[in-house]
């Protein structure tokens, strides 16, 4: 059913398709592309328009699309686009040319090279040349989100073992503390997900959804492939294809040539807690039970439960 929010999105990426109020020849004159409680996106011909979450800051959001913006970051960044409405029903609104996203049912095609490229050269960013203040990446608080759904469906098994291994996360990584080391620009929630092609003749690559954008640990941007491959669920030529092209674009997040691990490793864990309290919580709201891939980022938390209490106690488990 299309609600007046998707209605009213529509017609304001109608207005900057059309601005002249041309006769409209697009294929698609409304296309809902996400609606959820953080976001809902919808499309008219070139333009796309969202509606960003109701708790969203709108100053940091500003901040957020202005970095966006800046000729810094193109070739990395979709740009966005003046955006007609500045809310919508009490959420704030942005306008972005239409990109086509990564085509989920054929994975051997995921542009995951692309990927280490363009989150080096997001996080080589300098950013004292950025408007500011830029706020931080958003990254642990949303692992601290996931935690809190969680604990709202019960305390069985599986949840259980998810807040053991969260528990044994620094404080930084629960949003507890300030993220340590010298900030980069972060974006925060990366996934294949955040990845359009653009339509135009470039055809590239680049980086959407700037809600989380912000500065931080650029091993954060790392984290949900290195997590997904220790999960066994991202296969290791696909995460060494992501990791060598970050490399070889000096990406700062790990070394250039020396084990990645101890820079990934915290972030990894905490990505693999949040998207198994996410799985928890799901499957609690669905009555039903966790499916494979929810088992196996289950099992990881386990894992790294297990292995906190044998270091605790000095004896294997």
């Not at 969680?150 to 404080?171: F, H, I, Y």
């Not at 991202?234 to 820079?263: I, K, M, N, S, T």
């Amino acid at each position: 059913m299309t609600s007046t929010l998707q209605r009213d999105l529509a017609a304001a990426a109608r207005a900057l398709a059309h601005p002249d109020r041309e006769k409209c020849t697009c294929t698609v004159r409304r296309a809902v592309l996400a609606d959820r409680p953080d976001g809902t996106v919808v499309r008219h011909g070139p333009v796309v328009a969202k509606a960003h979450a109701p708790t969203a800051d709108p100053l940091r959001l500003t901040a957020r699309i202005a970095v966006a913006a800046r000729p810094a970051l193109a070739g990395v960044t979709l740009h966005p686009l003046p955006a007609p409405v500045t809310a919508l029903e009490g959420r704030p609104v942005s306008c972005w040319p239409y990109g086509a996203p990564v085509d989920p049912t054929a994975p051997e095609n995921a542009p995951w090279s692309v990927a280490g490229t363009l989150l080096a050269r997001l996080h080589r960013t300098d950013v004292s040349r950025l408007p500011g203040p830029l706020p931080s990446m958003r990254g642990p608080r949303k692992a601290a989100a996931a935690l809190n759904r969680m604990r709202l469906t019960g305390d069985g098994p599986a949840a259980k073992a998810v807040e053991q291994a969260w528990s044994a996360l620094p404080a930084w990584a629960r949003a507890d503390a300030p993220m340590p080391g010298p900030p980069a620009l972060c974006h925060g929630d990366w996934h294949l997900g955040q990845l359009v092609r653009t339509t135009d003749e470039t055809a590239s690559w680049l980086l959407i959804d700037v809600d989380d954008l912000g500065l931080g640990v650029p091993a954060w941007d790392l984290a949900r492939p290195a997590a997904w491959y220790a999960s066994g669920l991202l296969p290791a030529e696909d995460f060494a294809r992501f990791l060598d092209a970050y490399r070889a674009a000096d990406g700062p997040a790990v070394p250039p040539a020396d084990d990645p691990w101890p820079a990934l490793d915290v972030p990894a864990r905490a990505l693999t807690v949040q998207t198994a309290a996410t799985a928890v919580a799901k499957a609690a709201a669905g009555s039903r039970e966790l499916d494979e891939v929810e088992e196996a980022l289950v099992d990881s938390c386990s894992r790294m439960a297990a292995l906190r209490a044998e270091l605790e106690t000095g004896s294997p488990g």
